[in-house]
């Protein structure tokens, strides 16, 4: 039962460090450094893919679940599609203004660290809100069959809302941003 929001709980902490790194990297911009651009994109691209691809449909699935079996619960819970929806238009307007900054056009620094904190705070509000309602919502009211429904659907290769290859994939990027942000760190200067 609970290993289906072990596993989203997982994908949570994966995200937040990556908003960690997109922090250190903001705190750079703000210092009136450059920050490592590379990282920056990285953790953009992730975020453009992987939780429409991997992370939100297994949400989805569980939260639909969650309103076949309690419509209040649901009804708490909310439009969590809206906010997914609304997660991927801040995305779009943080990478519309990083690659503002790329391209050398005039953009105030207040307005990009507004942008870019706006996300990350954004992000860790909807995450929060997850762990905080629709998570022990779940835990309630789902019971064995729907779980098991739910392990079912993530292990069927040939339901397009889940491929292994796509968890791998996100995994190993997420590790390589992990990865380019040390080492980015090591070579700044004290």
């Not at 238009?89 to 391209?103: F, G, K, P, Q, T």
């Not at 069927?156 to 040390?182: C, G, N, Q, V």
């Amino acid at each position: 039962m609970s290993e289906f929001v072990d596993v989203l709980r997982q994908e949570h902490r994966n995200i937040e460090s990556l908003l960690r790194v997109l922090e250190r990297e903001l705190a750079i911009f703000d210092a009136g450094e450059t920050p490592d651009y590379e990282v920056v994109s990285a953790v953009i691209g992730y975020f453009k893919d992987y939780p429409d691809a991997c992370h939100h449909p297994k949400e989805d699935m569980m939260v639909e679940k969650v309103a076949l079996r309690d419509r209040a619960a649901a009804e708490r819970i909310g439009d969590l599609a809206a906010e997914h929806r609304a997660e991927a238009r801040r995305l779009h307007r943080m990478s519309e203004a990083v690659e503002n900054v790329l391209r050398d056009e005039e953009v105030l620094r207040e307005t990009i660290d507004k942008i870019i904190r706006d996300f990350i705070e954004h992000e860790r509000r909807h995450m929060e809100m997850e762990e905080r309602l629709v998570f022990p919502a779940a835990l309630d009211v789902l019971r064995t069959e729907d779980w098991a429904d739910l392990a079912l659907k993530l292990a069927d290769r040939d339901d397009p809302f889940y491929r292994i290859e796509f968890e791998e994939k996100f995994d190993t990027l997420r590790r390589a941003i992990l990865a380019m942000a040390e080492e980015a760190e090591a070579e700044r200067p004290d």
